[in-house]
């Protein structure tokens, strides 16, 4: 094929439209008349997993992993774009539908949806090692499940972009163990049902039977308390015990009081403050349960019902799996047997994988890193050696993906439009990711679950100081006066570091932020400004999907 000469305009890929592919597109609508975006999303709809979809024989492996139940664990004050406030009569918790739902208006709120090609599956991006180290993206649309067989085959078709943000996300490949006796090859292995929870979706199935649970992060906490609730019976077997920290805590939701204060402080000091109060609020822990580490040194497992079903039995703490059968034994590290299992659901995470890619682009060619989970990439965002592409989204964050992978974009499509100082050096970068890494490695346990960890407010704070739409003293003062200067900067300080103050000032900032701010602050006087009314009545129009319960 003969390769276009570049345009004037950067020609920019999104590779997928779920919570990070959709604000990769805003964030470069906010700067189209110098970027020409174009999304491919491989299904139908937008949302990414946010979107629950069945399992079934049709689509035995979809890319969505939430279940019916699942509820996100960010309150709604902390997981909003920042410039497309979340309803305030909203619940504080989302419960998916509502999560996807929010997508579906900012998509219709920003006009996105004509930039994204819908049922489009990216086959590769590949490097084009050209002269303006421009890329290539193969694809070809995906046909309906009921296509007809005499339907040609899609045509496999190539187009040249000047930069990709990889936004296919990381929760989607199933990690899992490797006991003895899992794999049904002789008369001695286990011959009870054995699923991971990416392929759960409603607790109906087990209900009356015996289930172990293994892992202790969100997804088997939360399918240990529904299975338990749904009258199954319930081990929950975990390697490495953790912290469970309840939705609210001390009146309010848990992640409002992390406020940038709290990262003033110095850890130890928050870490002993919040063993206190758990100790104080929640249940004695079971002793199969007591956490190794010191809170906030494992990515957060939030649960508010969990520590109390243990309490009443119905779900029980056991060590991890030793070995699995014959029939449908299991037996643990601890000795303990339990007979008749007819379930295990493995809630053991992900590897983090981009097939599309040559994998050495995010491991820098490291062997193994696909086992282990370990990424070399600039603030979580560019691989050193491959500025002309960015992953958004991949991090695991205390906080939520959205806001995160917002700033991101920010920063991304102001550095390739040349707003901003442009990316540091190869060598600058890899010292950085040491660093990090170096960082990660002594604050959280060895494990593929934690490679990619970070704080929201400090992570979003440092981007945001390089963009210019930190909210500092002066630059508050002198948008808002002195008086509503010191009171929205005090706010910042001791409020819930709501992602809405990152449009307070400096580029892109929106007029909605300071009624935002104090709306979502509690401020009885903004609790009916428009830019926090619900969608349904908002002037904009029509909801696009009636997913909503
Ligand atoms: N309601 C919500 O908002 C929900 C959010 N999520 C999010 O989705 C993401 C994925 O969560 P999740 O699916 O829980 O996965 P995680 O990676 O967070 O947790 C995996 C768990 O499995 C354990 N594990 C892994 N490998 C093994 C093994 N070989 N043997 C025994 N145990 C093992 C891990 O233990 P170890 O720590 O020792 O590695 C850990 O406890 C997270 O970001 C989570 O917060 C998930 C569900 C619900």
Known sequence: MTVPQPQQKKRVAVIGAGASGLTAIKECLDEKDLIDVVAFEQESYLGGLWRYVEVSEENPNPHSSVYKSTIINTSKELMTFSDFAIPLDWP???????????????????????????????????????????????????????ASPDVPPPVIKEEIFDYVMMCSGHHWKPRYPNFPGMVPNNPEAYTGEQLHSHFYRQADAYRDKTVIVVGLGNSAVDLAVELSLNQSEVYLSCRRPA???????????????????????????????????????????????????????????????????????????????????????????????????????????????????????????????????????????????????????????????????????????????????????????????????????????????????????????????????????????????????????????????TPIHYRLVGPHDWEGAREATWGYAGKPAFAGSKYLKDFQSAPKGKATTTLIQ
């Open 92 to 146: 504080t918790w989302l419960p998916n539908q509502k999560v996807a739902f929010y997508f579906d208006k900012y998509a219709e709120h920003f006009d996105l949806r004509r930039h994204i090609r819908f049922s489009t599956k990216v086959l590769e991006v590949k490097e084009l090692h050209d002269e303006h180290n421009r890329w290539s993206v193969r694809f070809h649309s995906v046909l309906p499940a009921n």
């Open 243 to 497: 912290w469970i920290a309840p939705r609210w805590l001390l009146g309010k939701p848990l992640d409002h009081n992390v406020t940038r204060l709290t990262h003033m402080a110095p850890l130890f000091l928050v870490q002993l403050i919040v063993a206190y109060i758990y100790s104080r609020l929640t249940p004695p822990i079971h002793k199969n349960m007591k956490p190794l580490r010191k809170p906030m040194e494992s990515h957060p497992t939030i649960n508010t019902l969990l520590p109390e079903r243990i309490t009443t039995g119905t779900v029980k703490p056991v060590k991890n799996i030793k070995k699995l059968g014959p029939g449908k034994r299991v037996e643990f590290e601890d000795g303990t047997v339990v007979e008749h299992v007819d379930a295990i659901l493995y809630c053991t995470g992900y590897h983090i994988s981009f097939p599309v890619l040559d994998p050495a682009i995010v491991t820098d060619g490291k062997e193994g890193s696909e086992e282990s989970n370990q990424v070399w990439t600039w603030n979580y965002m560019v691989p050193p050696r491959h500025p002309n592409m960015a992953f958004v989204g991949l991090f695991q964050p205390l906080g939520a993906i959205m806001p995160i992978s917002e700033m991101q974009c920010r920063f991304l499509v102001r550095t390739l439009v040349g707003k901003m100082e442009p990316l540091p050096s190869e060598q600058e970068m890899d010292k950085d990711i040491v660093a990090l890494k170096k960082y990660i490695s002594t604050r959280y346990d060895d494990a593929p679950r934690h490679t990619i960890q970070v704080d929201y407010a400090t992570f979003c704070d440092s981007l945001a100081t390089k963009i210019g739409c930190f909210p500092t003293l002066s630059k508050l003062v002198s948008r808002f006066g002195v008086v509503e200067g010191l009171r929205l900067k005090m706010e910042t300080i001791f409020g819930p570091p």
